[in-house]
């Protein structure tokens, strides 16, 4: 029976393939066993794409995202293309995806599961209960600004160029969201930029502060310097909630706080953009992880950042929180029974290959299910 619930797979590159087999046997579990249904396709993106088609995103795949409720991927990219020019790499692939389909705001969950408190490399009271989102603007600032480019000098030296640029639109909706997500957990947001040297800082404060006072004045707010907020990160990172900064600091301090919890392989993320005239809200969900080319096919991939993405997207897109909730006790659940892929091994663990960790993801639901 068609679920109208529509979902585009791309797996992409590297370990993509293997994370998202997965995924798809966890899809499978819970429209046998919780009557959620989709209706999947897959395609292609990145390298894969590259080596089918001769670029890393097709206009039909675009179509087919445009017109699907959520996009799930794995991974794009390795060395097989690194010597492609920069705007046939497979990187491009995903950076269309999100200009195209509108993906201004970038959730990165900084969560530290009790069983994996021992993989950070900081203290277990700093990071034990972590949890924390980091909110990063995705479509706009240094990565997309105009004038950009390498020019030729008299001299005959080079200059690289890149333009830090944000409108007040752009600022204002990407806070909206961050004032959203906090009024749904501890109700207090965070704003981080550079007002002390870069106007675009300044202008990013102003607009925040002043949503802040029309829309949402029941959330805590308070406004940090992006270097700071690195800082803070590694020495107290439990005195945050939601964190929302613009392109560049969000990419930077997502990955940071990433490396608390003690592996990139156990993070997802959620790309969103606007809710259309239908109440729907185009969304991309991907693991943290890049495609890590040197273990792809050995069976060593952590699954679990690319089906947390997937409980994301139940949560986020489809507004089925409770089949998150599933699916996220599973997980830890499974990690607190000791099971480790090699990434997250530590003293006392079971190793365990991709393959396994599904296998016992997919018995726990079913006792869960029991």
């Not at 940090?224 to 907020?229: H, I, L, P, S, V």
């Not at 969000?250 to 606007?274: W, Y």
């Not at 080319?293 to 489809?318: C, E, H, V, W």
Request: charged share 25%; aromatic share 6%.
């Amino acid at each position: 029976m068609a679920s109208n619930r529509k979902l585009l797979i791309l797996p992409g590159d590297g370990i993509g393939p293997e994370v998202m087999v997965t995924v798809r046997k966890v899809i499978d579990w819970m429209d046998k066993r919780r009557a959620v249904s989709f209706d999947v396709e897959e395609d292609l993106v990145g390298g894969s794409a590259i080596d089918a088609h001769g670029i890393p995103v097709t206009d039909k795949t675009v179509d087919t995202a445009m017109n699907s409720d959520a996009v799930l991927l794995g991974a794009v990219g390795g060395p097989k293309w690194d010597e492609l020019p920069f705007d046939q790499k497979p990187e491009r692939g995903l950076l269309r995806l999100r200009k195209d389909l509108g993906l201004y705001a970038n959730l990165r969950p900084a969560l530290c599961f009790d069983a994996l408190v021992e993989a950070s490399s900081l203290k277990p009271e700093i990071i034990a209960g972590l949890d924390i989102m980091i909110l990063r603007e995705l479509t706009g600032g240094v990565y997309f600004g105009e004038p950009r480019g390498i020019e030729d000098l008299p001299n005959g030296e080079r200059r690289g160029i890149n333009t830090q640029v944000y409108t007040t639109s752009e600022i204002r909706r990407v806070a909206a969201v961050g004032f959203d997500l906090a009024r749904k957990r501890n109700n207090r947001l965070c704003s981080v930029e550079k007002a002390n040297v870069m106007e675009s800082g300044v202008l990013w404060r102003q607009e925040v502060t002043k949503l802040h006072a029309e829309e949402f004045s029941d959330v805590e707010l308070s406004h940090m310097y992006a270097d700071n907020c690195a800082m803070q990160l590694v020495r107290a990172p439990k005195q945050f909630d939601v964190i929302v900064t613009d392109n560049l600091f969000g990419d930077m301090l997502s990955d940071a706080a990433a490396m608390l919890t003690g592996s990139l392989g156990m993070l997802p993320s959620a790309s969103l953009g606007d809710v259309d005239e239908t109440g729907r809200r185009k969304s991309l969900y991907e693991p943290v992880h890049g495609s890590a080319p040197d273990i792809a096919g050995q069976g060593k991939a952590n699954p679990l950042a690319t089906l947390l993405s997937y409980a994301m997207s139940l949560r986020y897109t489809f507004d089925l929180p409770d089949d998150a909730d599933l699916i996220e006790k599973a997980v830890n659940n499974v990690l607190a029974k000791g099971l480790r892929t090699p990434d997250i091994m530590a003293s006392g663990g079971t190793a365990v290959s991709t393959e396994q960790m599904t296998e016992a993801l997919i018995r726990e639901l079913d006792e869960m299910a029991a």
